[in-house]
Structures are given as C-alpha cells and as structure tokens.
C-alpha cells in the first residue's frame, strides 16, 4: 500500500497532501502536508494536532492528538494543476503517541470497529445514500428575505415565498421558471443545473466515486441529487465527503454555491438521504445475499424483517443521530414527502422504511431508511442504522404488517388504531430519546455519545434565545 501510495504522489507530481477526517457533528476537517513529507519524511508515522480545536475530541489539558494516513483512500484531487496538485486523504485519529484509535474518532473508533466486527462474523453490509442538496447562484446572509409574511416582496416576483438565501436562483427568475414542488426530473433548459451536475460526476467519478444516475430534484431552485453505486460502510462515508467535497468545490469554481442544509426552501421540499441498505454473507453481490428470498411476495428474508424491526424500535434515537439539526426537523413535517410516521412499506414513500420493488434479483432487494439527511456524520448514521438492524435480528422484533395506504392521509386516530408511531418533531424531542437508548451508548461510545449530546442541546438552547423574525411578524401586536 506505501509503495502504491508514494508511486501516486511522484507519478502525478502532486505537491500537496489533504489530510481529512470528520469532527462528531460531521464537519469535514482537513490541513495539508508537502507531498514530500509522505514520500521522504514521517508523514506516514502521523501527524500530531490540538484535538481540544475539534468540537467534542478532547479538552485543553489533553489536548496532545495524532493523526495517521489511510494509504488505500489516497486520491488525486481531478481538478487542481500545477502547484496546486493535491491529493487527498481519509486518516484516522489516535490518542498521544499514535498508538491507540481515540475514542473521540467517528471513523476509526465507530465505523470501522462496526465493521470489523461484521467481518469477523463473515458478514458485509453495502450502503448507498441517495444525497440530495442546493445549487444557489449566490447567497448573502446580511441581506435575507425572510419569507412570504415580511421579505418586502411580499412573497412575490422571484422570491416565490421563500427565504432570499438564493437572490439570484435562475430556475425562479426566468426566462422558464420551475414553479414550487414540480423540479422533479425536469429537463433543460428549466433544469439550470444540468452542465454543473455534469461536471460533477465527470469529477466525482476520478475519485473513485462511480455514479449511477442524477437528476433534478422536486424543490424549485436548484435542488439536485446524484446517487453513487452502494460501497460498504467506511467506504460509504468516505464517498460522502467526496461528494459533498467535490460538489462544494466545483460549484465554486463557477461562480455559484450549494448548500446540504436540509431545509433552505420555506414552503418548498427539502434535502433528505435516503440509505439504501442490504446485509450479505461474506462479500457484497458475491456471497449470499442475506436479505432476499425468492419465495416471499417482496422478495424479502424474515432477516430482513427483523432487521425493519429493529430500525422501527430505535427509530426515534436514531433520529437524533441522522437528523442532527435544528432545521432537520423543519424538514420532518407532512406535505414535503420526508417521513414523519414510525411504519414500513413496499413501493410507499410515505412510511418511515420503504422496500424498493424494481427488480427480482438478489443484488437489488434491499431497504431504504428515509429517515437522515446530509447534515449528518455518515460514520455514526450508518454505524447507528446497522446496528439498530442487527439488534433487531439479533432479538427478532417483528416489524409489523407493512402499511400499504398513503400514511399522510390517515387520521391521528387511524394511526394509533394500526400501531403507527411518529418521529420525534424537534431535535430535543430526538436528543431525549437518544439519551435513554443504551444501544447507541455503546455504538458509539461513551466518549462521543456524551459529546453529541452535549454538543446538541447546547445547539438547541443557543436556538431557544434567538428571536425570529418570524415572532415579531407573529407577535408584536399581541
């Protein structure tokens, strides 16, 4: 792997190394080493860093961290030349002296320990997320619009009642305007989009990051996804922060910006990732796939029921962790098709878990968690629902029957007479339910499990004493 590793750095002359990795909220973090230091120096024996800088590692007093590289993530960043080559690299953070995983590490300490432990039980779980994000021409947020009662449009002209976070989106202002909730699959030219996305994907898939298809999405202005074919958990996150790495940068270099805020759009759909997701006996798509059998009318395993179960069981918890922010739960709300009811269906969009039913061979069975979106950590998201899944294999909860009507349409009373649940309706209504979960106790770890939540309420509560706009509209003639 060195020898691979340092032959990639002469070869394309790359001058400088990005070194990554995630803080537990999920941010991407990186510095940079002269690609010298890999080649010729001890770059390779770990960087030392203040991990007291990194929201929820360590405290001041033991501070002293080391970062070490992942040669098998090593990539060359496609779009820079010159003395500005890069490569990029995923590592993993070890406490002082570099000689053991820190338990404050999303990726060395949680998903890659998950998925070591499948593997010694010759088990492998593939993930494919479904990142849906937006494509501004510009934002300034000295200068926001707020929404439909008090930006001085009125909610008229390009602003469609929606916050000016996108003063200048092409798809509100003309000459062909994508009118709310009707983006989905729209080609050019309304869809404005389309050179960008095919950009990225030209990029994207230099990194390894092979995608299968992408398009435009439902909101009005802007909103994209592209999907990339299923990797296993720790390759999964990396090819997360690829993706939003890449997207950032390329929006960048012509003139616009993007955003995986989940819900910029006030009145409009908002940026979720489903997680597609299947569990195999030995190697994804060659050994057996543990979710599939022929015989049921899904095409569905009991396993793979029991694995539904157990994602319904933890289903409020898990929130917490794969809808971390405030404006995560603006998105949970009914109209908007993100899921805001505790059930599981086949074909249905409208519950919680959803079974794709496209094709009838093994490779495609799988189920779809529609419940995170791209402001979480993808190490502990994917981590958190593969462990719910296996929980609920390992104890045999029954999902239930599968609720085969649209779940928005059912009356409160419809829903508690079939045992429908709902999710939590702001992050600390899911925070609460995450603290009494003792499975994500010990996924995650007590170091960042007590971190995340102590990072979360403190989010919350800065939240609690702002003073929206929205109240004065509301409020000042009371």
Not at 73 to 84: F, S, Y
Request: net charge negative.
């Amino acid at each position: 792997m060195l020898e691979s590793a340092t032959e990639i750095l002469r070869k394309e002359n790359v001058k400088q190394v990005l070194c990554t990795f995630s803080d537990i909220r999920g941010y991407f973090m990186s510095f940079s080493i002269p690609a010298r230091e890999f080649v010729e120096g001890n770059a390779l024996n770990g960087i030392g860093f203040d991990g007291s800088s990194i929201r929820g590692f360590k405290s001041i007093e033991e501070s002293d961290m080391v970062w070490k590289p992942d040669l098998a993530t090593l990539k060359v960043v496609p779009w820079l030349e010159g003395l500005n080559r890069s490569a990029i690299v995923f590592g993993d953070i070890y406490e002082a002296w570099g000689e053991k995983i820190a338990e404050c590490d999303p990726r060395g300490y949680v998903a890659k320990k998950m998925q070591d432990e499948l593997r010694s039980k010759d088990l492998s779980a593939i993930f494919g997320p479904e990142i849906e994000f937006f494509v501004f021409e510009s934002i300034d947020f000295k200068n926001l619009f707020w929404d439909l009662w008090t930006s001085p449009n009125g909610g008229a002209g390009d602003s469609w009642g929606a916050p000016r976070v996108l003063p200048k989106s092409k798809e509100l202002s003309g000459p062909y305007v994508i009118r709310p909730k009707e983006g989905y699959f729209r080609a050019p030219p309304e869809d404005t989009t389309f050179e960008y996305r095919n950009e990225l994907v030209h990029y994207l898939e230099k990194l390894d990051v092979v995608v299968e298809y992408h398009h435009h999405e439902v909101a009005t202005p802007g909103q994209v996804e592209l999907d990339f074919k299923p990797k296993q958990l720790v390759d999964a996150a990396d090819a997360f922060y690829l993706y939003k790495f890449t997207a950032k940068n390329v929006a960048a270099m012509k003139g616009l910006v993007v955003t995986f805020m989940p819900k910029p759009i006030y009145l409009d759909n908002a940026s979720g990732m489903h997680v597609h997701q299947s569990l195999w006996k030995g190697e994804p798509f060659k050994g057996e796939a543990l979710f599939f059998d022929s015989n049921d009318e899904f095409m569905l395993s009991q396993k793979a029921r029991y694995y539904i179960g157990g994602l319904l069981e933890h289903a409020k918890a898990l929130t917490a962790i794969c809808c971390p922010t405030i404006n995560s739960y603006k998105r949970l709300v009914p109209g908007f098709e993100a899921p805001t009811n505790i059930c599981w269906s086949p074909r249905n969009r409208s519950a919680l878990i959803r079974v794709p039913m496209y094709k009838k061979n093994k490779s495609a069975i799988r189920i779809e968690y529609r419940g995170a979106d791209p402001s979480c950590n993808p190490y502990l998201a994917f981590s958190s629902q593969l462990s719910a899944g296996l929980d609920g294999i390992k104890k045999k909860i029954d999902p239930g029957d599968p609720v085969m009507v649209d779940v928005y349409k059912l009356s409160p009373r419809e829903r508690r007479e079939m045992g429908i649940g709902e999710l939590p309706t702001t992050l600390r209504d899911a925070i609460d339910h995450l603290a009494s979960d003792e499975l994500f106790k010990k996924v995650l770890g007590s170091h960042i499990f007590d971190a995340f939540i102590e990072t979360k309420i403190d989010e919350w509560n800065q939240f609690c004493l702002y003073i929206t706009p929205w109240e004065y509209m509301k409020y000042f003639d009371i």
